[in-house]
T-cell receptor
Framework: GAVVSQHPSRVICKSGTSVKIECRSLDFQATTMFWYRQFPKQSLMLMATSNEGSKATYEQGVEKDKFLINHASLTLSTLTVTSAHPEDSSFYIC?????????FGPGTRLTVT | AQKITQTQPGMFVQEKEAVTLDCTYDTSDPSYGLFWYKQPSSGEMIFLIYQGSYDQQNATEGRYSLNFQKARKSANLVISASQLGDSAMYFCAMRGWGGSEKLVFGKGTKLTVNP
């Protein structure tokens, strides 16, 4: 099946710094990618829909100025957590659609100290 | 708006037995898709099975089958001949066709397979 990669898989950063997470579709083009956040023992919560060549669509309650999304090409979307705080520590997962299936990246575990 | 309900926070099953994980949904979309994903402790989301709302037959994929009852708005996952490696979180999700392509997830069920 289609493959989606994420980089880095784990990142630890200090409070107040910014962190960029990359999501790539490796063998297909994805005009739409999604960013999810998952806290421990909870479900995946959609943060935003990343659209190639246009602005991302954010879910209610997600700060667009804090979680910057750039979908610069058909195979790459980036999520930048700006001015990270400990409460931003979470598991971030991206996904991309091919046909009717939605393929997920392996996730990025962010820890903000 | 779409909503997925998984009422079983945790389930236990003996190895080689079958287990059913419940999922009910609510949507106003006339056409939609239902998905099940497995998430082991590593965190990766593994696609298991898909059911389209207009599919006449219940979906099957190896040991996984989806018991789709449209009138009851339920899409239960049945795992036959459970294996120790099936221990994981299982998420039911849905997506409406014709509008946003985003997936809405249930809260998940933690399945533990006992030897």
């Amino acid at each position: 099946g289609a493959v989606v990669s994420q980089h880095p898989s784990r990142v630890i950063c200090k409070s107040g710094t910014s962190v960029k997470i990359e999501c790539r579709s490796l063998d297909f083009q994805a005009t739409t990618m999604f960013w999810y956040r998952q806290f421990p023992k909870q479900s995946l919560m959609l943060m935003a829909t990343s659209n190639e060549g246009s602005k991302a669509t954010y879910e209610q309650g997600v700060e667009k100025d804090k979680f910057l999304i750039n979908h610069a090409s058909l195979t790459l979307s980036t999520l930048t957590v700006t001015s990270a705080h400990p409460e931003d520590s979470s598991f971030y997962i991206c996904s991309a659609i091919q046909s009717y299936e939605q393929y997920f990246g392996p996730g990025t575990r962010l820890t903000v100290t | 708006a779409q909503k997925i309900t998984q009422t079983q926070p945790g389930m236990f099953v003996q190895e080689k037995e079958a287990v059913t994980l419940d999922c009910t949904y609510d949507t106003s979309d006339p056409s939609y898709g239902l998905f099940w994903y497995k998430q082991p402790s590593s965190g990766e989301m593994i696609f298991l099975i898909y059911q389209g709302s207009y599919d006449q037959q219940n979906a099957t994929e190896g040991r996984y089958s989806l018991n789709f009852q449209k009138a009851r708005k339920s899409a239960n996952l049945v795992i036959s001949a459970s294996q120790l490696g099936d221990s994981a979180m299982y998420f039911c999700a849905m997506r409406g066709w014709g509008g946003s392509e985003k997936l809405v997830f249930g809260k998940g069920t933690k399945l533990t397979v006992n030897p």
